[in-house]
Structures are given as C-alpha cells and as structure tokens.
C-alpha cells in the first residue's frame, strides 16, 4: 500500500499545471498490522516496525527526489509529522521518558514529533517555547500561502507562520485533552491537570478519576504530582477547564457544549480505490509468517 502512496504522489506531482499545489499524504504505516516489504524486513534491525519505517523513509525519499528532479525543492514547504504517540507494547516503538501510550492523554499519547524544511526560509538557530498543534497547520498554510480563512467562523487553529519563519513566540499556551467526550486534562503554560483517565480491557472501558497536577518543564514524565502543594494553580486551571466544558462539552460530567460544530463534509469525494465484492482480493508480496492469522 505504501508503494501505491508513492505512485499516487508522484503522479499528481507530475500533472502539468499553473499554480502550486497542495500534497497531503497520510501514511498507514506504522500501524499494525505491519504487512512490511521484503527487501525493508530482511534489512531492519527492530524487526517488522524497524521495516515499516525504513519504507516511509524510502516514500519521503522518492517525494524528495521527484521534487529536485521538478525543479522544486527549494521552493517547497516540506513537513513531516506522526498523529499520536507509540503504542510501545513490545512492538519496536517507544515514547522515551513520556508517561502513557497511543490512546491516551498522557504526554506519550498526545506529543509527537514535527519536522520542517523550506530551505532559505525558515528561521536557523532558534528556540521556541511554547504550544502547537496539527490544528494550527490549517491557519499556518493559509497565511503562508495567502488563503483567506472563512469569515464569521470561530477558528481553533493558530498560525503558527511567524513562529516557523521568524522565530517568534508561539501564540498557543493552552491545550485540552479529550478522550472521546470526555475531558481528561487541560493544560496552561508548563502546568497540566488531570481529570479521569479511560483504560479499555477485554472490550470494556473504565474510568478511573484523577486529581493530579504535573509541572511538564520539570517533570515531562508526568511522575511527580504535585496537586496538593499548588491549590491556587488547581482553582485556575479547573476555572479554565469549565470554559472549555461551557463550549465543547463533558461527557463525564454529562455537560453539553454550547459551540459543538457540524463536522466538515465533501459532496462528491474521490476515493483512490473502490471495493468490489466480486473482485479477488489479495495480498501480492509480503511473507511476514503470521500473515495467515492476520488474514483469518
């Protein structure tokens, strides 16, 4: 599927026209099951995860060599970015010293690595504290590129286009933590406060309540709660959490939000493949020895 990916890129990439384009890829790798090509299996030293990212290098070389071969390289906005932290259950992933899993509101579930390239652009050398989101790329690709953004609508998003090509302060110091309609956590500044967590085993979810407070500067792990010695960052931080309620809701509390948006929906959209029920489907080439458990 990845090497279908590519072929799709490159060939929109190739298509004769006059303004820039726009190339949104979303990998499926690493996600299990990890149905890795051969020739990555055989070369990997963290087995089949080892394989599955050494092919999303291979794709985001073949992207970065058809842009040079284009002419375009320097003159594009490259970001590379993953959605949710490792599920790191014995599977070649790791969230490093971050507490918790994919899934999860913890910092190993929520924070995630973001790479940027647009040579001669980007502003070298700096440092930056501060917030960021994937929401904000919506409002960042719009002020790089001049788009105007929907008028009379209230925005989440938050460019972060000063940040990237200046060095300036980020403007983002707040982040919630849903999981599903239940707010787990908020967080102001270095300071997050934990609310419940939701863990599911054997098809069943349980809710466990928490009253934790975590200063991220200091303790990134998330290991040394500290909610009893600060009771006035408590009090604002809670403050802070209701406005969020008032807005989108808590399952828990069994609050609904006054400003919940219809999600966004295209008309007619183009799917890369269609499924044909008459149509003998396949895997061509991977030969991981459990292939036929994952099949069944």
């Known amino acids: ?21 726009f190339l949104y890829l979303a990998h499926m790798y690493v996600h299990v099951p990890l149905f890795v090509p051969d020739r990555f299996l055989k070369a990997s030293r963290n087995g089949a995860y080892g394989g599955a990212v050494a092919c999303i290098d291979w794709a985001m ?23 949710n932290g490792s599920r790191a259950r014995g599977e070649g992933g790791s969230n490093g010293d971050l507490r918790g899993l994919k899934g999860e509101t913890w910092e190993g579930g929520q924070r995630v690595p973001c790479i940027m390239r647009w040579p001669g652009r ?17 409002a960042t690709l719009a002020e790089i590129t001049g788009a105007p953004l929907p008028e009379g609508v209230e925005l989440d998003s938050i460019s972060l286009a000063g940040t ?10 707040t982040f919630v933590y849903y999981k599903d309609a239940d707010l787990e956590a908020v967080r102001k500044g270095d300071w997050k406060l934990h609310f419940c967590k939701t863990s599911r085993a054997n098809g069943v979810n349980t809710r466990v309540e928490l009253n934790e407070l975590y200063n991220l500067r200091l303790d990134v792990g998330e290991s040394d709660d500290v909610y009893q010695d600060y009771p006035d960052l408590v009090k604002e931080l809670g403050e802070f959490a209701d406005d969020i309620r008032r807005k989108f809701g808590d399952g828990r509390l069994g609050i609904e939000g006054q400003e919940i948006r219809p999600m966004g929906e295209v008309s007619n ?3 890369l493949t269609q499924f044909d029920a008459e149509h003998p489907y396949f895997v061509a ?12």
Request: proline letters at 5%; aromatic letters at 10%.
């Open 61 to 83: 070389g073949e992207i970065d060599a058809e842009l040079k071969r284009l002419g375009l390289y320097d003159d594009t906005l490259v970001i590379f970015m993953s959605d």
């Open 122 to 138: 980007i502003a070298e050398g700096k440092t930056c504290d501060g917030i960021a989101s994937a929401t904000d790329l919506f």
């Open 269 to 271: 959209p183009k799917k």
């Open 285 to 296: 080439y991977y030969d991981l020895a459990d292939m036929p458990v994952m099949a069944g």
């Open 164 to 173: 990237i090509l200046s060095g300036d302060p980020v403007e983002r110091d």
């Open 1 to 21: 599927l990845t090497e279908r990916y590519v072929e799709e890129c490159l060939d929109y990439m190739q298509r004769d026209r006059r303004n820039p384009f």
